[in-house]
């Protein structure tokens, strides 16, 4: 469900939206839109001042775990279960960019702000790699979080 809340702490009425869970949340710049995503395959387009739901962005096979709307709301990128970062045209529902983060699940994603804005995207092998949000193309990684050393352990 999606409920929008002011900081008086009243609430709109509860929108249903994900029937499994809802995997992430995403505000536009000035509130006017919001996104969530669904491990229903679904992403779902919200009026951020009235919280009534406008339309589904897209539904798929997969998992979609995390969205972030770009900086100005024209783009949702997704982290996903199958590993693949996904960043879909808002207006047209479709994606524009497809890129395998991993070969595990992909668990976050941001945008960079400013001029030329990037992409960040983390998993749960630990790596976080930066991408070109107007190509797709890789522009690092960094081992950020390695997995625990293996040696030493005994052998199954």
């Known amino acids: 469900t999606l409920r929008i809340w002011d900081l008086g702490g009243t609430g709109t ?10 995997g992430g949340v995403s505000y536009g710049p000035y509130g ?15 009026d951020g001042r009235l919280g009534v ?28 279960e199958d590993g ?7 207006e047209r529902g479709e994606p524009v960019i497809t890129q395998r983060q991993a070969f595990v699940r ?18 749960d092998d630990g790596w976080v790699k930066f991408w070109a949000s107007d190509t797709g193309e890789l522009k690092c990684q960094l081992a950020a979080h390695p997995r625990p050393h293996e040696e030493g ?3 199954k």
């Open 13 to 22: 009425p509860q929108k249903q939206g994900h029937p499994l869970n809802c």
């Open 32 to 46: 006017e839109v919001v996104a969530t995503c669904g491990f229903d395959g679904t992403l779902k387009l919200w």
């Open 53 to 80: 739901y406008v339309k589904d962005i897209t539904k798929r096979d997969v998992q979609f775990v995390r969205c972030v709307l770009s900086p100005d709301a024209l783009r949702l990128a997704t982290a996903n």
């Open 84 to 90: 693949v970062i996904r960043v879909y045209d808002v």
């Open 106 to 123: 992909a668990r976050a994603v941001t945008y960079t702000h400013g001029k030329g804005y990037n992409i960040a995207t983390g998993s």
């Open 153 to 155: 352990r005994p052998k």
